[in-house]
């Protein structure tokens, strides 16, 4: 593993200059030595030269010698000196060449340089520059022989004779070493030729690849970077480049990649949560998207209270085991934050609960949250407080205020769009249901109590048991808010068959049966009305109405459907229903005690009853009895006050057919 030291781009460069300047240096050196090798070979082929020069001059100066005819003249005593003495400097010529070859050194006063040069000979140069220098040592010794010391015409002559007759021996001799250090040089120069084609071939081997690691390196991760940013400026938000390279071209490809990946997330995040249609959808998108850019366990929205006063805790979204006790809230001074600024409580636990973040630092504290952001939002329905926290203290950094500051202004009109739908939707739900309810004589409380039993149906079907964790909060604050709408159907009925006092006849049971299609009918056409706004609101509803007369087993109305093809609303409905029948008065029985009522729903198991809601409601039955038995006492007290409540029905049935017109 190479260490990170030697993966920037800087250290890289460094060693390439580096190696080229090496390499430069040694190609220079190497030329000069190149330069000094060949002058050296050209002072040893000259003295060479020169032996076979001298050896041919002392040849052909006997022969001239020998030629001359009067060699008695006193002209001819001159000459035969001269040619003596010319004898003696070409022998003192030939032997110090000889000699310093052997001795392996040059003197400069041979080579005109200004140092003496060494010599290495191979082995072949060596035992000829041997065989010359024995056959210039016999044949030095036969010419001093007959030369004598003086310059006596016989010995000049006989030296001459000498070297006419034996010359040729010694002038091979000096061939033969002249040509065996030729020979040498050339092998010399052939090792050296082959040593510079392998060091140019290793040159450019090591250049190819010094290119292509740059090119994998630097230049593809570049240009892949480059063109990742063109397609990031075309639109493409998210795009990613392939992690290549090392050191600082990796670290810039990542951070590229982040950028890429943030800058997509949070296109996402603006376009999802501005197209949420639910309150819940868009804190849901929230939650989901901000985690990209935020750490986020819990995302809380408090709404003003009526008054005004107090910030209500609304919706909660968070990870399993961080949640706030519904309803909670805090004074608004409590809050009092600039809008579309948000503040950060860093350290919740650490927090004085005197200081002016004090109050909500210690609610927050109970869902064991660590550090949160708090954000005012200054919409025009809403002006709503979102906390957004997470479980480690001081987990929120400067840069996820600004994301925050930054979104702000979406998440309030998301909020405000989906605040007033919701509310549009709340209040159609209640005019519609009211509507039902001032025709239907079973009622008095039936539709509340089926809200909450329902309501609380569904929580417990979500703890556990086949359904649990497929049951969200808004599952449940659905089926509490739809679970009224079930009898809707009944608006379409006649009133004498609506009111008619006795048991009904087989003609007009089959008319009351129809109660669920017509409501599912009229609730079709609200939901196709809001899904051309974009919206989805009624879909449970429809569910609802259609499906609560139908019975596990298939032989309930209208569709007889069985099991799980019963959507599970109506399945809750039909139990919730049920036992709200059996427990309560009507104009053809009186209510039955909560025990017999309980004995006939386990009766019913499997049959008209889904098991698995049935066990669900026993689990929960000690809340379903405390509502029964609320809705009891109200009933109770609401005897004296019935004259009042008579009149008032009817009153707002009519305020709710003039607006619904
Ligand atoms: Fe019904
Ligand atoms: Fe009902």
Not at 12 to 29: C, P
Not at 625 to 636: E, I, P, Q
Request: with cysteine; net charge neutral; aromatic share 6%.
């Amino acid at each position: 593993m190479m260490p990170a030291w030697a993966r920037t781009i800087r250290f890289q460069v460094a060693l390439s200059l580096g190696l080229m300047f090496a390499a430069l240096a040694g190609s220079a050196g190497y030329g000069l030595y190149a330069l000094n090798l060949r002058q050296h070979d050209y002072e040893i082929l000259n003295l060479s030269g020169q032996l076979r020069v001298t050896s041919a001059a002392m040849i052909s100066d006997a022969r001239t010698h020998l030629q001359d005819p009067g060699s008695s003249a006193p002209s001819s005593e001159r000459e035969r000196a001269m040619y003596v003495e010319r004898l003696r400097r070409h022998m003192a010529l030939y032997d110090q060449i000889i000699s310093s070859f052997v001795a392996r050194r040059l003197d400069p006063e041979l080579t005109g340089r200004s140092d003496a040069l060494v010599c290495n000979w191979d082995s072949q140069s060596r035992s000829q520059l041997q065989r010359s220098s024995d056959d210039w040592r016999l044949f030095r010794t036969e010419l001093v022989r007959r030369l004598g010391a003086g310059d006596q015409g016989p010995q000049a002559a006989a030296a001459a004779a000498y070297l006419a007759d034996n010359g040729d021996r010694l002038a091979r001799s000096s061939s033969e070493l002249s040509r065996a250090f030729q020979l040498m040089m050339e092998r010399k120069a052939s090792a050296l030729r082959l040593f510079d084609e392998v060091v140019l071939v290793a040159a450019a081997v090591t250049m190819l690849s010094l290119l292509a690691l740059l090119y994998r390196r630097m230049v593809k991760p570049l240009r892949d970077t480059l063109s990742g940013f063109s397609r990031v400026a075309r639109g493409d938000l998210g795009h990613q480049v392939p992690v290549q390279g090392a050191g600082e071209i990796r670290q810039m490809t990542t951070a590229f990649n982040q950028l890429s990946e943030r800058l997509n997330s949070l296109f996402r995040l603006t376009d999802r949560i501005t197209h949420g249609n639910t309150l819940d959808e868009t804190l849901r998108f929230v939650l989901e998207e901000f985690r990209a850019f935020l750490p986020l366990d819990w995302v809380g929205v408090f709404f003003p209270s009526p008054d005004g006063e107090r910030l209500v805790l609304e919706r909660q979204y968070g990870d399993h085991g961080t949640a706030l006790r519904e309803g909670v809230s805090l004074p608004r001074s409590a809050v009092d934050l600039n809008p579309d600024a948000p503040a950060t409580i860093d350290d919740i636990a650490a927090r004085d609960a005197q200081d002016p973040s004090g109050a909500c630092a210690a609610m927050l504290s109970e869902a064991g949250l660590g550090s949160a952001m708090l954000l005012r939002t200054q919409g025009d329905g809403t002006g709503a407080l979102l906390v957004f926290a997470s479980r480690t203290p001081r987990a929120y950094l400067p840069e996820h205020a600004e994301l925050l500051t930054n979104v702000a202004g979406q998440v309030t009109h998301a909020l405000d769009k989906t605040v007033f739908m919701e509310g549009l939707v709340v209040s159609a739900v209640q005019g519609l249901a009211k509507l039902a309810e001032s025709r239907d004589p079973e009622t008095g409380d039936h539709l509340a109590r089926i809200a909450l039993y329902a309501a609380l149906l569904a929580e417990e079907l979500g703890r556990s048991g086949p359904y649990a964790g497929d049951i969200t909060a808004a599952y449940v604050r659905a089926i509490h808010q739809f679970a009224p709408m079930h009898d809707i159907g009944k608006v379409g009925l006649g009133d004498d068959i609506l009111r008619k006092p006795g048991p009904l006849t087989a003609a007009e049971r089959l008319e009351m049966q129809r109660h669920p299609v017509i409501g599912a009918e009229v609730l079709r056409r609200c939901e196709s009305q809001v899904n051309a706004r974009g919206y989805s609101i009624f879909g449970m509803a429809i569910d609802i109405a259609e499906g609560h007369h139908e019975r596990f087993d298939g032989t309930g109305y209208p569709a007889r459907r069985s099991g799980k093809a019963i959507p599970l609303a109506a399945r809750i409905v039909a139990v919730a229903d049920v036992f709200d029948a059996l427990t309560s008065r009507r104009p053809y029985k009186d209510a039955w005690p909560v025990d017999k009522a309980l004995a006939t729903l386990e009766l019913l198991s499997g049959q008209h009853l889904d098991p698995d809601v049935l066990a669900a409601f026993f689990r929960a039955l000690p809340r379903i009895l405390d509502v029964h038995d609320r809705f009891k006492a109200n009933a109770v007290d609401r005897v004296a006050a019935s004259a009042a409540t008579a009149e008032a029905v009817p009153e707002t049935a009519a305020q709710l057919s003039t607006a619904s017109a």
